[in-house]
Structures are given as C-alpha cells and as structure tokens.
C-alpha cells in the first residue's frame, strides 16, 4: 500500500504581539472577558509591510529544512489561505516562485479555518494514487488585515500566522485517513458580505470585513466537531482512547474543551496554542502541530487526531500516525 507522511514541520508568527491589554484600550472590552470566553492572551500581527505569502515563505522553508528536502523535489504546492496577497496570480504560485520549486502544480485553496485540512486530504489523495511524491502543505494566514477594529465581537479573536508540513509517499501510515465537509447552508453566519463579483458597498470601500454570529457559530461548532471525531475514529476501528494527541483548530479554547470532553481525553494530552496566537485560521493547526513536534511533546509513532471548523461551513479531520 503507498501512504503520505509528515516527513517535516515548520511555521513562522510574526514579530508584533497585540496583546488584550491593549486592546481595551481600542474598544469596550477587558482582558478578563477575552480570557474568560476565548482563552485568548494575545495574538501576533504581520508588519505593515508583510503579506501571507511572506509568512508562508517561512514556515515552508523551516518545514523544508526539518524534512532535509531541496526545493526542487517537491511537485506539488497546496496553500490553505482566505487571505491571499492578491486576487489572482494565487498567493501559491508567488510562493513557488520565491522558493524555487520549479513548475510543479500550486493552488490556493479556500477553506476558511478548515484551510489546512482540506490541503492535506487533498495533498493525501494525490500522495495516494501515486500522482506525487513529496507535497508541501500550508496555511498562511493575514486575517488582521481584514477586522473591522470597532467590531469588539471580532476583533479580539484573530491573528496572523502560518504552518507548513512536507508530505513525502511511504509504504506505511502516515496520515490513516482524512475527512472534509462543508453546508453553504450557514454561510450568513460567517464571512464576508462583500467581495470582487458582488462588489463593495459604499460603507465598506475600506475593505473587506470578517462578520460573525458568534455564539450561534459556537454552537454549530461544538456539534459538528463531535461528529467528525466519531466518524474519523469510526473509519479507523479506533476507540477514543488510541489517541495520544488531540491537535485542534485553535479558535476559542472552551470549544477545544468540549471536544477534549467527547474524546474522554485530559487537557494533557490537547495541543493548545489559542492563548498566544489567537483565532489564525487555516494556520491554527499546522502552527500547533509544529510546536508540540518542536517541544518534544509529540512523538514518532504517536497517533494525532487534526480537527478543524470554519467559514462556510467547512469541516474536517485527518488522523495521524507521526
Ligand atoms: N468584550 C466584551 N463583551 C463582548 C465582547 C468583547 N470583546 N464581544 C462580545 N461581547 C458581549 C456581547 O455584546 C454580548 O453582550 P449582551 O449580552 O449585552 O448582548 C455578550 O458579550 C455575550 O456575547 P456572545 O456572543 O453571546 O458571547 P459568547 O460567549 O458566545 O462568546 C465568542 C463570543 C467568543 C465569539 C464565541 O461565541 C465563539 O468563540 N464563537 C465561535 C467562533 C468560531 O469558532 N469561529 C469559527 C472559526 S473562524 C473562521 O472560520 C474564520
């Protein structure tokens, strides 16, 4: 059987930290609010002059140098963003130049928060049918540069950040399985109301702006991350207590708790990274992963259950033999 494997890990945040104290000083809220209903401390934000693609570069570069793989090897470039430098050309294809990856395949791909599992299923599936061999995956994102700073429901959640695995064929697993979802059914709870086709509004020609609905959000979130966790554990005959690792999407930390809860697994065992980075969407969890891995905290062998929930809806989880 061909399988892909996690053959290296890297991310990059940014210099600036914002933290809750100065953000009270911004809109109505307080630190204890933030803390209390997130878990958030504080959060990175990109220099004025820094894009997602710069963010990408770096962490695909330390993912590159910890797998001992050139550039020139890997043929296919898969980056999860809703926050692309650029309409078109694709923040991937800017990227592939800057590292040197020669003409391999390199796509965007939009997912909202579940970015980077959506790129590594599909990163997954063309490792599978043999139609590549070694993948860079990544979630870069610069969602600072699209709050609207008087919006306090918002603007205290997120920030920027990126994460990058090297996905390399092996005969053994690897990644056991992946599973992605989406229902457009939600999509007024979070999002944009403005874009490129359906064109800015006169109150929003400053920009785009992240709108959200969060407690209804919240809810949706904690059931359907429920359900995803059983039907990936389900998939692999796997019982709650095979996992070693829980490396959630890191949006508010009483929703990772409550999938800790459903998985009967301690908070020793969850990989929790929302307290210093914030909400940074597609990059949350390859951000998280590639701490523990550089920690020490995960191990090779150990089996890591990747779980994200986002914009659209989308969904997903990929389990992971390390
Ligand atoms: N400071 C102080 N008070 C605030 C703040 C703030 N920053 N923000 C909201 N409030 C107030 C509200 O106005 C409300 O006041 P009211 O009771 O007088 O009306 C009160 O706090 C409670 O508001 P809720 O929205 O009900 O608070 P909740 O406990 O649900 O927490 C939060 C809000 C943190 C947004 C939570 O709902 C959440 O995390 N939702 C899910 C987010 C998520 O997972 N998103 C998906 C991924 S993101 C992506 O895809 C890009």
Not at 87 to 95: D, E, I, K, Y
Not at 177 to 197: C, E, K, P, R
Not at 300 to 313: M, N, T
Request: glycine share 10%; net charge negative; hydrophobic share 40%.
């Amino acid at each position: 059987m061909r399988y892909s494997r996690i053959i290296g890990t890297g991310s990059y945040l940014p210099e600036t930290v914002l933290t809750n104290a100065e953000l009270e000083q911004r809109v109505d809220t307080t630190d204890q609010w933030i803390r209390e209903r997130t878990g958030i401390r504080e959060r990175r934000v990109a220099a004025p002059d820094q894009t997602t693609c710069d963010l990408a570069e770096m962490a695909a570069r330390r993912a590159m140098e910890a797998a001992g793989v050139d550039p020139s090897e890997i043929d296919l470039l898969i980056l999860g963003t809703t926050t692309p430098d650029l309409v078109f050309p694709s923040t991937a294809c800017l990227l592939q130049t800057r590292l040197g990856l020669g003409e391999c395949g390199a796509f965007d791909l939009n997912a909202a928060c579940s970015g980077f599992i959506y790129g590594l299923s599909v990163a997954d599936q063309f490792i599978r049918a043999g139609t590549a061999e070694k993948v860079l995956v990544i979630g870069a994102e610069t969602l600072t540069r699209m709050l609207d700073w008087n919006d306090r429901s918002t603007c205290v959640l997120f920030g920027d950040g990126a994460g990058a695995v090297v996905l390399a064929a092996d005969e053994k697993p690897g990644i056991m399985s992946t599973h992605i979802h989406a229902n457009g059914h939600y999509s007024d709870l979070l999002g944009t109301s403005v874009g490129v086709s359906r064109g800015f509004k006169a109150e929003e020609r400053g920009g785009v702006r992240v709108k959200m609905k969060g407690n209804e959000v919240f809810k949706v979130a904690v059931n359907t991350l429920g359900r995803i966790v059983d039907e990936t554990l389900a998939a692999n005959n796997l019982e709650k207590h095979d996992l070693d690792w829980l490396i959630p999407h890191q949006a508010n930390l009483r929703i990772i708790k409550a999938t800790a809860r459903k998985l009967d697994m301690s908070m020793d065992q969850v990989i929790v990274t929302v307290d210093q980075h914030g909400n940074t969407s597609a990059a949350s969890v390859p951000l998280a992963l590639d701490e523990a891995v550089r920690s020490g905290r995960v191990k090779r062998g150990e089996k890591l259950l990747l779980e994200a929930f986002g914009g659209g809806f989308t969904w997903g989880a990929a389990l992971v033999r390390y």
